[in-house]
């Protein structure tokens, strides 16, 4: 779980006359992660692409041209099929025809509706003007105009005018016809003066002569092409209903004939021999070479190279990965590339030496069970790890739920959160959606069994609701919302502290165990070691009665015994001798530092401002429970005695002896009643949706910049091997 699957680097070599029938094996096994040949070697080049490769990717964009103009995704997906090539051939061109044809008239209809809108747009100010088409052109004397302008300057600047001997302007709704004699330029008439002529519209073959009737002719125009318009898309979403099965087919087949006919791209080829690399999981090998021994028999040779250890660096770059050499009899290979007992050199496809392909790691397969596997989710919003890296995808499994839980610890808002979770898993066809309702789900559950423990439900004392406190006593532990209760407050301040020490010793530790591994003790005692001194000896002497005076007291109280603990374990604080033993570390670690990366001296605070960070879940969870006690407040009202406070659930009056904090509006008459029962379903709704975004980003939080910070570097390469998971074909 904390490393990805070990990967082997294998070879497969083999006579070109088998180069298909060994793709064929390979990609139907999906498990190869091929490495791209870089023409490093002497007398190798990179293959060229299959027989087809071009006929089958011009279908292949053909179907997916299809499939936009239809708007086919995996959701009209129905029965799974088998194609043939000759019906894959016809159907597609039937297909494209039909859609085609479709196509060009919605488009002619579509550009038909925009010129219509253009003309009624065009004639708008025709028709507040009132003046009827037919008179606006066609004069041997006149000039006219129509346009936008203010008409006292246009009469202005027409008076001006030598070559105007007469004019007339009629104005609306800031629209301007202007006619005037002799015939002249206007627009030179009216220089300087701003005016925005229109052109007046083409009646064609329009009986219309008033704009009123013009417009109301080109909308009953629309209405017709808007009519034949959803005809056309009737037909449309009818035929995409007939073929969205086939074309997603097709495009699966077609996008596996490409990926193969275009995988000897990534080959290294001479003319009689080829030669592929990649990358499989260790466990895996064997599997590829019976496959292919069973499909090629002799004519290939399988040989598993090395194994991946994880180690720092890369092929060709700063460091050198470690290899493992393979166990005696694991990664022989399986057959002489051209035939039994016949060895094919340089000048016949077989690499002289034992350098990779090209500069590349180990590509990265997570190893996480199937229920923690959706929190890879998490992982991989901040990057893959690196194949020598510590996935830290369990350790985030078991802490986010937590986090999250505490925080909320409500039966009512847990079942929410699950259903959310639920809805998320089953309505939505998506991997990313699945994983982040199981997400969601795994937060729900553990709100509710924090829910039980604090015994609240939508913020309510279980112990306090009628029939439940028949069978729920005492809540196992409180939130202490309660002032009669805040050595719990307390409590959950230094708990969290706490959980913070041992998240970050977590994360410490994943380091150093990489440092370890990658640069010896003394390397990682230098970058690592000090900050775990100085984090724990810091906290020792927290923790411990040394300078007690100038320590808050709750330190040595929560934990006691008598009222001020909330838990009785009789801790008291660690003994002085700690607390030196504690400044003794801190100081050896700071010197460790200094030793080492100095520059981290300045960032040495962590082991104190980290730590502290943590207080925000304890923040959170007080401040959720308050908002959920003051929606319930203003809903039930409730009252104040010794023994704390107590909503008014089955009486409408506190006693006598008690303090009343609020009626209640459910107390308050038929108005108060229906305003108290809005107030109580949004108040809880803000409040759960302050939960996700509040719980939830501090949770994430904490993972992604205390936690992950520390160790974390991500960047791997994702693990993507050469093949294709159907869903719509089948193999014959």
């Given amino acids: 779980m904390l490393r990805p699957k070990r990967m082997s680097r294998v070879s497969v070599t083999g006579s070109k006359r088998v180069m298909d029938e060994a793709i064929e094996t390979v990609h139907d096994l999906n498990l190869l992660h091929v490495t791209d040949y870089d023409g490093s070697w002497e007398g190798f080049e990179p293959g060229d692409t299959t027989e087809g490769a071009d006929d089958v990717s011009q279908k292949l964009v053909t179907v997916r041209a299809l499939e936009s103009t239809l708007g086919v995704d995996a959701d009209d997906a129905g029965r799974v099929r088998i194609l043939e090539d000759e019906e894959l051939d016809a159907e597609i061109e039937r297909i494209r025809t039909d859609v085609n044809e479709l196509d060009d008239r919605r488009s002619a209809l579509e550009d038909e509706l925009r010129e219509i809108d253009e003309r009624v747009e065009a004639a708008r100010p025709f028709a507040e003007l009132g003046i009827d088409i037919d008179l606006l052109s066609g004069y041997d004397s006149l000039s006219t105009a129509v346009g936008e302008g203010d008409a006292e300057e246009l009469r202005a600047a027409l008076a001006d005018a030598d070559a105007v001997d007469a004019f007339e302007l009629f104005e609306a709704e800031g629209y301007v016809a202007i006619f005037l004699a002799p015939v002249v330029d206007v627009e030179d008439i009216l220089v300087g003066t701003p005016f925005t002529e229109y052109e007046v519209p083409t009646l064609d073959d329009s009986e219309a002569t008033s704009p009123e009737a013009y417009i109301e002719e080109l909308r009953s125009r629309r209405e017709a092409v808007e009519s034949e318009l959803r005809t056309v898309e009737d037909e449309l979403e009818e035929l995409k209903g007939e073929v969205a099965d086939f074309l997603l087919a097709a495009e699966e087949q077609l996008s596996i004939e490409a990926e193969k006919r275009q995988a000897p791209l990534r080959f290294a080829t001479t003319d009689n021999a080829f030669l592929a690399e990649g990358w499989i999981p260790s466990e895996r090998f064997t599997d590829l070479a019976e496959a292919l021994q069973s499909s090629v028999g002799d004519h290939v040779e399988v040989e598993e190279l090395e194994r991946a250890d994880y180690r720092d660096g890369s092929f060709g770059g700063g460091g050198e990965t470690e290899r493992e050499t393979p166990e005696p009899g694991v990664g022989d290979p399986v057959a002489a590339a051209d035939g039994a007992g016949e060895e094919v050199r340089s000048d016949g496809g077989y690499a002289t030496d034992d350098r990779p392909m090209g500069d590349t790691e180990p590509p990265v397969e997570q190893d996480n069970p199937s229920g923690i596997r959706p929190f890879e989710l998490l992982t991989q919003a901040v990057g893959k790890p690196k194949y020598t890296e510590i996935d830290p995808t369990f350790v985030v499994f078991l802490t986010f739920p937590l986090m999250f839980g505490f925080m909320i610890g409500d039966i009512g808002y847990g079942l929410v959160y699950a259903g959310i979770g639920y809805y998320l898993m089953r309505n939505f066809d998506s ?124 330190l040595f109280e929560v934990f006691s015994a008598g009222e001020e603990a909330a838990f009785a374990l009789g801790f008291t604080g660690f003994s002085p001798a700690v607390g030196y033993a504690g400044i003794a570390m801190t100081a050896v670690g700071i010197a460790l530092l200094a030793l080492g990366p100095t520059h981290e001296l300045v960032e040495v605070h962590q082991v104190l401002a980290h730590v502290l960070s943590y207080l925000r879940i304890a923040a959170v969870l007080l401040a959720k429970a308050g908002m959920a006690f003051a929606v319930n407040l203003l809903f039930f009202g409730a009252y104040q005695d010794g023994e704390g406070f107590h909503f008014l659930l089955t009486k409408a009056k506190a006693p006598a002896e008690a303090e009343l904090m609020f009626p209640g509006l459910i107390h308050g008459g038929a108005g108060a009643l229906l305003g108290g029962i809005v107030v109580l379903i949004v108040g809880h709704i803000v409040v759960m949706i302050l939960g996700i975004t509040s719980a939830g980003i501090q949770s994430i939080r904490l993972e992604y910049f205390e936690f992950f910070s520390k160790f974390y570097e991500a960047g791997g390469d994702d693990y993507s091997p050469f093949g294709y998971e159907r869903r719509f074909t089948a193999e014959e």
């Avoid at 775990?532 to 906290?539: D, E, H």
């Fill in 431 to 554: 991997e990313t959606f699945d994983d982040l309702g199981k997400i969601a789900a795994a937060a729900g559950v553990s709100t509710l069994v924090f829910g039980v423990l604090y015994g609240e439900f939508f913020g309510l004392h279980l112990d306090a609701l009628p029939v439940v406190e028949t069978v729920y006593g005492h809540p196992v532990i409180e939130k202490g919302l309660d002032p009669t209760g805040e050595e719990w407050a307390q409590a959950w301040f230094v708990i969290t502290a706490l959980f913070g020490v041992f998240h970050l010793n977590l994360a410490w530790v994943f380091e150093f165990a990489e440092e370890f591994t990658f640069h010896g003790l003394r390397a990682a005692l230098e970058e690592v070691g000090g900050w775990l001194l100085a984090l724990n000896g810091l906290w020792l002497f927290v923790f411990s009665t040394l300078g007690r005076e100038t320590k808050p007291e709750l």
